[in-house]
């Protein structure tokens, strides 16, 4: 008896390895992601914007970043004693106008330079649901608890979604010609616009994905919308609101994305260095033990073997906390 409904495993025609630059961008469920791919030290960044919900956010992220335009006063908006960028999401807020500005114009700076190099790019769609300021039309990523009455909004068409994404990878493109972009809608729910607007919105962007993919042959899609509301369909998947994935549910994914992008020896090596991550977590009975100075010993045996297979991953850290406590 079969119990569950399988997503078929999507095959592409590259593997990604370590020593690849990766770059993540859109909802919470791409971070998710992303901040996996960095602790497996895979060379990423993620979400240099933060949490980007909607197509128009992303692909105004990326023109901004390629065509160097920098963050000013303008962009900038000041709420509940911080300041707040209209692009980015609250973690990056601060408490005066020019930490602000100063911050998010490094990591523009930082991102490009990332662009320039980067194999692959993830964008995660998770709504097409836009929210655009009404004092000048702009499309804003984070609202930062402004009244909503300040704001107009309206859906993303599959069309205008398929323009503004063809439009900024086009220019990033002209950057890199090598980059691979992947596509993903999150399985997360945006039930506060009600059950038949979250599907709607899903439903464009599933209409423009597809538009995409026929007219691009650098795009390609990875269903880890499908693999969550289809295979896995049960709600012990979720959090306690029942809209977000667990851990376990991101764990899956991962799996067969790795199972999907990887070979045999990358997913070894992942192994040998979430065993390694492990023992680094582990909180010995008697930090002062013989068998725990042993233990330290041969997990900077085993960090440095890691380094010697794997030249392009950074140990730094885990080296020096681990020698500074060995006696």
């Not at 971070?31 to 949490?51: A, H």
């Not at 067969?256 to 390694?276: G, Q, R």
Request: with cysteine; net charge negative.
């Amino acid at each position: 008896m079969q119990l569950q409904t399988i997503v078929p495993q999507p095959s592409y025609p590259f593997q990604i390895n370590h020593s690849d630059q990766l770059i993540t961008m859109g909802s919470c469920f791409t971070e998710n992601i992303g901040n996996r791919f960095s602790e497996l030290k895979f060379n990423t960044f993620v979400n240099p914007f933060g949490q980007q919900y909607n197509p128009a956010s992303i692909a105004n992220g990326i023109n901004r970043i390629v065509r160097q335009q920098w963050f000013s006063d303008d962009d900038v908006i000041y709420q509940d004693e911080l300041f707040h960028c209209w692009q980015h999401h609250s973690d990056f807020s601060k408490p005066t106008k020019e930490e602000l500005i100063t911050s998010v114009n490094s990591i523009l700076k930082e991102t490009l330079d990332w662009f320039k190099h980067a194999d692959y790019l993830m964008l995660t769609f998770g709504t097409s649901h836009i929210y655009e300021w009404k004092k000048d039309g702009r499309i804003v990523s984070n609202c930062h608890k402004i009244s909503g009455s300040e704001f107009d909004l309206r859906f993303l068409s599959p069309d205008e979604t398929v323009e503004r994404i063809n439009n900024s990878l086009d220019a990033l493109k002209k950057l890199n010609p090598n980059l691979k972009i992947f596509l993903t809608i999150s399985p997360v729910r945006y039930l506060a616009f009600g059950f038949y607007e979250n599907n709607l919105s899903k439903a464009n962007l599933f209409v423009a994905i597809e538009k995409l993919l026929r007219h691009r042959t650098d795009c390609f899609y990875f269903p880890a919308y499908e693999i969550v509301m289809d295979e896995l369909r049960d709600y012990r998947f979720f959090t306690e609101d029942l809209l977000h994935p667990t851990r376990l549910a991101s764990q899956i994914v991962w799996e067969k994305l790795c199972n999907s992008l990887m070979n045999d020896e990358t997913k070894k090596l992942n192994d040998e260095i979430t065993k390694v991550l492990a023992a680094l977590a582990h909180k010995p009975r008697n930090p002062n033990s013989v068998a725990q100075e042993k233990f330290k010993k041969s997990t900077l045996e085993k960090i440095k073997l890691l380094q010697s297979k794997l030249p392009e991953t950074n140990w730094e850290n885990e080296i020096l906390k681990l020698e500074n406590s060995i006696f």
